[in-house]
């Protein structure tokens, strides 16, 4: 069974860090492109970043840009991404998705994705 598997979510302070993680089973990474969403409470979806196949190309939402760094590591079937400098409006449910293109697009045309890990961002 095909499945994206989220992690390393939970409750920080405003300033802090955290690294979430997404693992995929029953397939390899290594031929697909990468995203993470958030979904804020009554916002709509949006895109944090995107890693291509290689690793080798990333982009990043300019909320993030600077804070943010998306990675991945094929051997492990793994990606991350590390949230530094957190601030209140990261807040939400962060998801990966899987798109069968080496290279990062806008819109990202997510194949599947996985239920998400909850970021809350409180002092």
């Known amino acids: 069974q095909l499945q994206l598997v989220e992690s390393g979510g939970g409750l920080v302070q405003p300033g802090g860090s955290l690294r979430l993680s997404c693992v995929a089973t029953?397939?390899?990474?290594?031929?697909?492109?990468i995203a993470w969403f958030r979904q804020g409470a009554g916002k709509d979806g949006e895109e944090v970043a995107c890693i291509s196949s290689s690793g080798g190309s990333t982009n990043y939402a300019d909320s993030v840009k600077g804070r943010f760094t998306i990675s991945r590591d094929n051997a492990k079937n793994t990606v991350y991404l590390q949230m530094n400098s957190l601030k209140p409006e990261d807040t939400g449910n962060y998801y990966c998705?899987?798109?069968?293109?080496?290279?990062?697009?806008?819109?990202?045309?997510?194949?599947?994705w996985g239920q998400g890990t909850q970021v809350t961002v409180s002092s």
């Open positions: 998705a899987s798109a069968s293109r080496r290279l990062c697009v806008s819109p990202f045309p997510s194949l599947d």
């Open positions: 029953g397939f390899t990474l290594d031929y697909y492109s």
